[in-house]
């Protein structure tokens, strides 16, 4: 048996208790990788796997109907009734959630057409002095608490009489006193919110790939006879596809999620969202069947997800 | 250095109108005080079918005059003329010429003929027709059956002549090459070299080659321009480039020189003016030289092993030094740190304007 020695040869002039654990270290690459990667990857198995689990576990469990709360008692009630179309409850269910993945699908769009000229300037127009102001300015947004966002856009949607009006200024919110029109509380503001608030998750991921698109192939297409637009189309758009895949997943994602937000600049009016008819269902207090809610859009956002690996979105992360 | 076979003359491929006229060309870069002047003031002219190297060290300006024939950047002052017209305000998608580019530039997401075939696609070339012609070109730059492939599954080399293709496919005016061999390794170069200059010959297009290296503008070209600071020192064939330097920055940097300032040109040759004389000129003598020769006595400092020939450096004792390329059996009687002689004819001795031999900075 053999000691390992350092590198160089010279004596460990480390601490004592460190010279220990160099000398259990040395040459040890699996150990050395599994102290790195050990702590973080538990964490992320009871955080984020875990609690997905238990979500699908608490589906399982039976409703006490007089007590109305989760017993430990097995049961595919709750899943087979919120997968029972022909269920009136479940039926109810169906229009918020094809809305929301509606409003997912939309505001994704929009977040694609503003982010690519956005980012567009800013990554191969923008002089250099201005790129990183730029960049602070689109990474702004996301500085600001979520809940303050929500009501930011009801005070600016907020229509005439409503409760954001300014002292003198008119009687409506931001947009009603400074412009004399706004969209009101609604199906607009809601997706005018949403688009703002995911907006930067859109923009940065077509950014970078912007980045990464050498300058030479924008030259090689212009020297090839193509003109702006259609080098647009046909160079810089196919090359983009996976950064938009990858930003895409962000803003969808995201938009299935929320809920809190959408009601907000909806006045608290109409259950728009499939996340407030999950949070009505867990207030009814029913936790079990809202649960088994939550896995239809587990099943759209997996769906999503495979669509997308096959449009390269996980090639360049 | 390879002479190449024909250095001859660089007017024997012009017809017609000039395929490119470069009139007072400038271009600044920023502005205040981080101005920086990448070309100074450029006049040109290239013939027709000329095989023509901009030559010069990286910062000198050439890849920039390159670009504002291609049209990718515009000039902040002066003129360029394709076939007699100007284009100088004309963007790159309506000028008649095609660019090689240094990182090839292939389009990743398509195959290989589609790459070839764009430049027609968007000129609406029929189907049939672009596809023949563009596969006809994939023959001729040995790449036949490589069309289906994507650019990332082929090598330096096979990328190197797809581009070459996809712009050659266009018969264009002119065809710009931007260091288009520097990515390739030694003996890939050395074939691309000849390969390059043979499908010149075959298509009859007007070629502008930039390159730093001077091996590879000496052996493809008609003529040569050599760039230091944004200016031109030198146009003139290989062979008056190398054989008959016009500066001591031309001298120096095609080829290795030894540049003798006036005052030792002066008590060695009579004449007070700077002289270069290329290392392979000079050779070491044991007797006497006739008068026609000029000789020096020196002190070997350092001998490098170059192959066939040894590079021997002398010093002269005045804190200056010769470099004397000698056969490697030659040196006999040679050690470091001991006497020689060394001596050349004054006819390989030629007067050169005294430039600015440092290199332009990085822009």
């Avoid at chain 1, 962000?250 to 969202?273: A, C, K, W």
């Avoid at chain 2, 390794?185 to 691309?192: A, G, I, T, V, W």
């Avoid at chain 2, 062979?239 to 060695?268: M, Q, W």
Wanted: aromatic letters at 8%.
């Amino acid at each position: 048996m053999t000691e390992p020695v350092p590198a160089g040869g010279g004596a460990d002039r480390s601490p004592r208790p460190w010279r220990a654990a160099n000398r259990a270290f040395a040459g040890r690459r699996r150990l050395g990788v599994g102290a790195l990667l050990g702590p973080p990857l538990a964490w992320m198995l009871v955080v984020y796997v875990g609690s997905l689990l238990l979500l699908v576990w608490s589906s399982l469990y039976r409703l006490d109907p007089v007590t109305q709360k989760p017993t430990h008692e097995f049961t595919w009630a709750n899943l087979r009734s919120a997968f029972a179309l022909w269920d009136a409850d479940t039926r109810d269910a169906i229009w918020p959630f094809v809305r929301t993945v509606g409003v997912a699908l939309l505001v994704t769009a929009i977040c694609v057409m503003i982010a690519m000229p956005v980012a567009f300037f800013v990554a191969k127009v923008a002089p250099r002095w201005m790129r990183r102001g730029l960049i602070v300015a689109m990474l702004m947004p996301l500085w600001a608490g979520y809940l303050v966002k929500g009501y930011a856009w009801r005070a600016m949607v907020s229509p005439a009489g409503g409760r954001f009006a300014a002292e003198g200024k008119g009687d409506g919110g931001f947009l009603e006193s400074v412009f004399g029109w706004t969209p009101g509380y609604g199906r607009v503001a809601i997706v005018v919110a949403l688009v703002y608030l995911w907006l930067p998750y859109m923009i940065l991921p077509v950014y970078a790939g912007l980045e990464r698109l050498p300058p030479s192939l924008l030259d090689a297409a212009g020297d090839l006879g193509a003109r702006p637009l259609r080098t647009f189309r046909e160079i810089i758009l196919p090359m983009l596809l996976p950064s938009v895949a990858a930003g895409s997943i962000f803003t969808f994602s995201l938009t299935l999620g929320d809920y809190i937000v959408p009601q907000i600049v909806n006045n608290g009016e109409e259950r728009f969202m499939f996340g407030s008819t999950i949070n009505a269902t867990l207030g009814a207090p029913n936790q079990p069947l809202a649960a088994a809610y939550t896995l239809w859009p587990l099943v759209i956002i997996v769906l999503y997800l495979l669509a997308m690996k096959r449009a390269g979105a996980f090639d360049n992360l | 250095m390879t002479d190449s076979v024909d250095t001859s003359s660089g007017d024997d491929g012009i017809r017609g109108a000039d395929a490119i006229q470069l009139v007072g060309l400038r271009k600044t870069f920023g502005a205040g005080e981080h101005r920086v002047t990448a070309v100074d003031g450029v006049d040109l002219t290239i013939g027709q079918g000329e095989f023509f190297s901009l030559l010069g060290p990286s910062g000198s300006g050439k890849t920039t005059v390159l670009r504002m024939i291609a049209g990718f950047e515009s000039p902040t002052g002066g003129a360029i003329l394709l076939d007699g017209v100007d284009v100088t305000s004309a963007p790159a998608y309506d000028r008649d010429v095609n660019t090689v580019f240094q990182d090839y530039a292939l389009f990743p997401h398509m195959s290989v003929l589609h790459n070839v075939e764009y430049g027609l696609r968007v000129k609406r070339v029929g189907r049939a027709e672009r596809r023949r012609r563009a596969e006809e070109m994939l023959e001729k730059v040995r790449l036949g059956d490589f069309g289906h492939r994507k650019p990332h599954q082929l090598s330096g080399g096979q990328r190197q002549r797809v581009a070459l293709a996809r712009a050659l496919v266009n018969h264009p005016k002119v065809l710009l090459l931007d260091e288009p061999l520097g990515a390739l390794d030694l003996k890939l170069r050395e074939e691309m070299q000849v390969e390059l200059k043979a499908i010149q010959r075959d298509v009859g297009i007007t070629f502008v080659f930039v390159t730093h290296d001077q091996g590879e503008a000496l052996s493809m070209s008609n003529r040569i321009a050599v760039f230091n600071h944004g200016r031109i020192e030198q146009v003139g064939t290989p062979r008056d480039i190398y054989d008959n330097p016009a500066t001591s920055f031309v001298a120096g940097f095609v080829g290795t020189s030894n540049i003798i300032p006036a005052d030792l040109s002066g008590r060695l040759m009579g004449i007070e003016a700077v002289h270069s004389v290329r290392p392979e000129r000079i050779r070491i003598v044991h007797e006497a030289t006739a008068d026609t020769e000029v000789s020096v006595d020196g002190t070997v400092s350092d001998v490098q092993y170059l192959g066939a020939d040894c590079r021997v450096r002398v010093d002269l004792g005045d804190g200056r030094h010769l470099l004397a390329n000698v056969p490697s059996d030659g040196l006999v009687g040679v050690a470091i740190g001991g006497p020689v002689r060394l001596a050349w004819s004054r006819y390989a001795a030629y007067t050169v304007a005294d430039t600015d031999t440092s290199e332009g900075g990085d822009q």
